[in-house]
């Protein structure tokens, strides 16, 4: 029966010496005997044992793992169990990457955007970036409670049209007069503005906001910390983040 030195297990499997020794010292590639002069010599069974550890370290197995399973009576119950232990602890760590790799390419995109990049511009993004999910939660809000308006809206239209009942149109605008004066409040209540020039994060007036000029999502707004009069990044206010944590 062929013998093999750790040299030649290391050579024959792709990895070091030292990979070799430290799996002899973890307890799950004890060699089959040692020569005369102390060497370790490891059997045909230590060198297919090794190929299976190399396949598993390949896949991820921790070596605790890797030595409960070369271990255990039962391994096929314990190699499922494994599998999947792994799977999740992969897709979790692929959803992470993925995660950070769609946040990269948002601040690229972002950062085209900047009138004058500076460290702080980084320091606007990243807090728009982590804000976004609270403002898309406060957008969601007015889209709910303005639905039923819209339906009463075009029906009273439809129902004006075709049977000649304008006086729904009548209820409708009593009703949407007063949402909208409520829906501009909550809504100009529950966001915030960055300036791009100072980096302030500020509330405007009223007034203000309403009547600006916008995009889906800045502002033209005046700054009370520096005057720059342009747009501005929205964003939900703080205590919408602190809620949405």
């Not at 060699?31 to 059997?43: K, M, N, Q, V």
């Not at 039923?148 to 129902?159: D, E, K, T, Y």
């Not at 949402?179 to 203000?208: E, G, M, T």
Request: hydrophobic fraction near 40%; charge should be positive.
């Amino acid at each position: 029966m062929s013998k093999y030195t750790t040299g030649e297990v290391a050579k024959l499997c792709g990895v070091t010496v030292r990979t070799v020794q430290y799996y002899d010292t973890r307890g799950i590639l004890v060699p089959a005997e040692l020569s005369e002069g102390g060497r370790r010599l490891y059997s045909e069974d230590d060198l297919k044992r090794m190929r299976v550890i190399c396949f598993l370290r390949d896949l991820g197995f921790s070596i605790d793992a890797i030595g409960k399973l070369l271990s255990d009576d039962d391994p096929a119950a314990v190699i499922d169990l494994l599998i999947d232990q792994q799977a999740r602890a992969l897709k979790e760590e692929i959803d992470e990457r993925q995660d950070r790799l769609s946040r990269l390419t948002a601040l690229k995109r972002e950062l085209r955007d900047v009138e004058s990049f500076s460290v702080e511009s980084i320091g606007d993004i990243a807090y728009t970036m982590n804000n976004k999910k609270a403002l898309r939660k406060i957008h969601m809000r007015l889209l709910l409670i303005a639905l039923p308006l819209s339906v009463l809206q075009w029906g009273s239209i439809a129902l004006g049209l075709l049977r000649g009942w304008w006086g729904l149109v009548a209820v409708w605008a009593a009703v949407a007069i007063p949402y909208a004066i409520w829906a501009s409040k909550y809504y100009f209540d529950h966001v915030n503005y960055i300036c791009p020039k100072c980096h302030k994060v500020f509330r405007p007036a009223l007034k203000q906001a309403f009547w600006a000029s916008h995009t889906p999502n800045t502002r033209k707004l005046t700054c009370p910390e520096c005057g720059r009069h342009g747009y501005c990044v929205e964003v939900a206010a703080e205590a919408e983040v602190r809620a949405d944590a």
